[in-house]
């Protein structure tokens, strides 16, 4: 077919040759002719392309193109190109996986210096209720909140049970779980079993593990008795083990809150701002060592039994004290670290870096763990006149 040309001032007239695929052999041609016009006061351009044949590739000025292609978008990604996207994307959540992991650790650390906060608070308002401070256990006969005790106020024979968080519920808005307690009888006794089961969030550190946790054991005649586990505990004193091993100098380091006594706040001469009360005692009754490696508790009756003690919140072995254990968290007590070295009744959280604590002015500090021993057996007692910096701890 022969082509059409627009004739006159500006015509550009462009011929192609067409190749088989190989480029070899011409199998025909086709022309694109260009030309401008004057149509009514504006210039237009006009563009014709006659084809002779059917091109599979075109030459023009020494250059291979494909025209069928030319000006239109391609389909889909090849496949280095999608490779390459996914290489960006992996790098990208590589980056950011570790600071959202951080961002999250730091709002369930907020959280649970909250909890603290809120047992400091009722601890006071216990105080200021009764004029002195929780007790960390009852087991024996308390006239003070009349317990263990008959009607006349003397001891009772068989005494029961009691942990210290207890009798802090009416201060932490669980008046209803308080009123179905019932004090008489022991925390293991059948009776007070729905609430001592009951899983208190106020009780739960949000960054440990599992927190559906159960402390079951055998004792006191009580079979198969079950507790909620708790993260914290009352911190109340100094384990001799650590002071003959030379970890701490000898001293006074009775702590606030001890069982079955009456303590007030003109007591802790040390001051309220540096004693501490209640820590983190994370992960009970599992085993959990330096590193977050853990040995899951085994059942009643296992030969030997993996358990830690007093993991209830309603547990009266929930208070425990300073030991020491070597830094790595194997082996047994003592050693000179105090904090996440292993959870056996020992500070442990699940915090990089140290733990949080109450202190007796109701305040909650984040204590390091590479603070010295000794530090940390300052701060728990009382009354023992040692001086102590903040930025020892």
Request: glycine share 10%.
């Amino acid at each position: 077919m022969a082509p059409e040309f627009f004739q006159g001032n500006g015509d550009r007239v462009d011929t192609w040759s067409c190749y088989d695929p190989l480029g070899r052999l011409p199998v025909g041609r086709f022309v694109v002719a260009q030309s401008d016009r004057i149509v009514e006061g504006s210039r237009t351009t006009s563009i014709l392309i006659t084809r002779v044949c059917q091109p599979q590739f075109c030459l023009k000025e020494g250059l291979m193109e494909r025209p069928a292609n030319h000006g239109r978008r391609r389909a889909a990604f090849t496949l280095i190109e999608l490779l390459v996207v996914i290489s960006i994307i992996a790098v990208l959540i590589a980056l950011l996986l570790p600071a959202v992991q951080a961002a999250r650790e730091a709002a369930r650390r907020v959280q649970c210096v909250n909890n603290l906060k809120q047992m400091g608070l009722a601890m006071h308002n216990f105080e200021s209720a009764n004029g002195f401070f929780t007790p960390a256990a009852i087991d024996d006969a308390f006239p003070r909140l009349g317990i263990n005790v008959d009607e006349a106020g003397k001891p009772l024979a068989k005494p029961v049970l009691h942990g210290w968080v207890i009798l802090l519920l009416p201060y932490t808005e669980q008046v209803p779980l308080y009123n179905s307690y019932n004090l008489k009888t022991d925390f293991r006794d059948l009776s007070n079993s729905t609430v001592v089961r009951a899983q208190l969030n106020l009780m739960m550190c949000p960054s440990s593990a599992n927190p559906l946790r159960m402390d079951t054991n055998n004792s006191g005649g009580f079979k198969g008795w079950q507790a909620a586990a708790g993260d914290y505990g009352p911190n109340n004193s100094v384990a001799k083990i650590a002071i003959d091993a030379g970890f701490v100098a000898p001293g006074q380091y009775a702590g606030v809150m001890q069982a079955n006594t009456v303590r007030t706040i003109a007591e802790i001469s040390d001051g309220t701002s540096n004693t501490l009360v209640i820590s983190e005692v994370s992960g009970r009754p599992d085993i959990w060592r330096k590193g977050n490696k853990m040995v899951a508790s085994t059942p009643i009756g296992s030969s030997p039994r993996v358990y830690v003690t007093g993991a209830g919140w309603a547990n009266r072995e929930s208070a425990f004290g300073l030991h020491g254990f070597p830094a790595d968290g194997n082996g047994e007590a003592p050693g000179p670290c105090h904090t996440n070295c292993v959870n056996r009744n020992e500070v442990f959280s699940f915090h990089p870096g140290g733990a949080n604590h109450v202190f007796a002015d109701g305040s909650v500090h984040f204590v390091k763990e590479t603070a010295a021993i000794q530090i940390m057996a300052n701060l728990i007692s009382r009354a023992g006149g040692e001086i102590l910096s903040a930025d020892s701890y």
